[in-house]
């Protein structure tokens, strides 16, 4: 079945730093990519997302792209902020099956 | 444009009580599903409702049920809690259900439930 590996964490980052958080993916066919960030004490929002292969997705100076020769969909940021702080999920969703999230990265950034 | 809204906010409740978690979609959706977020982890899926009718289960007991209504919100149902019940039960919409594309689910703050 289909399933996300993600980079466990918890990261820590000092602000301005350079983010990235990894994720691979593994799925019969061609999936639509999803990252999703949680606050504290908050649902799930859709940060970004790529449909096909070689698409970018990109909010808010987070950016991933879809990699289908490594199955991947990276998460980056050039400059972290400690608002950045936060649990990030990447997810995959394909044909009817149901969208299928990975086990999250903790996201601290320090002052 | 309000978001998905769950209530309550915040649940306890003793091991074999029920609970009713309630969702109201964004408007205009039609697709409710349901998630279990236990911490450290990442959602799981439950159920995928759309025009009232479940479109997806997942592998969670029959002690977990839902549905949905003419206005397109939703009830998550679960009988005799177990202590392993704990969690956050995270409620998305969309407009379509899961086969179309581009799909995209938009998540409500979650119901966190205590089990004790």
């Known amino acids: 079945g289909n399933s996300v590996t993600q980079m466990e964490g918890p990261v820590t980052l000092s602000e301005e730093a350079f983010l990235t958080i990894n994720c691979t993916y593994t799925a019969t066919g061609y999936p639509s990519l999803f990252w999703y960030v949680q606050y504290p004490g908050e649902g799930l929002q859709l940060l970004l997302k790529a449909t096909k292969a070689d698409d970018k997705g990109s909010n808010k100076g987070f950016e991933a792209t879809y990699r289908k020769e490594t199955t991947s969909f990276h998460l980056e940021k050039g400059s972290v902020q400690v608002s950045d702080s936060a649990v990030y999920f990447c997810?995959?969703?394909?044909?009817?099956?149901?969208?299928?999230f990975g086990t999250g990265t903790r996201l601290t950034i320090i002052p | 444009d309000a978001g998905v809204t769950q209530s309550p906010t915040h649940l306890i409740k003793t091991r074999g009580q029920h609970v009713t978690l309630r969702c109201s979609p964004i408007s205009g959706h039609k697709s409710v599903s349901w998630y279990q977020q236990v911490l450290g982890q990442g959602p799981q899926f439950i159920f995928q409702y759309y025009e009232k009718e479940e479109r997806g289960r997942g592998n969670f007991p029959d002690r977990f049920s839902a549905r949905q209504f003419p206005n397109y919100s939703s009830e998550l149902n679960v009988n005799a809690l177990l202590l392993g019940d704990s969690a956050l039960y995270l409620c998305a919409s969309s407009l379509t259900p899961f086969g179309t594309t581009p799909y995209e689910q938009y998540f409500g703050p979650g119901t966190r439930l205590t089990v004790t």
């Open positions: 997810a995959l969703f394909f044909g009817n099956e149901k969208l299928t």
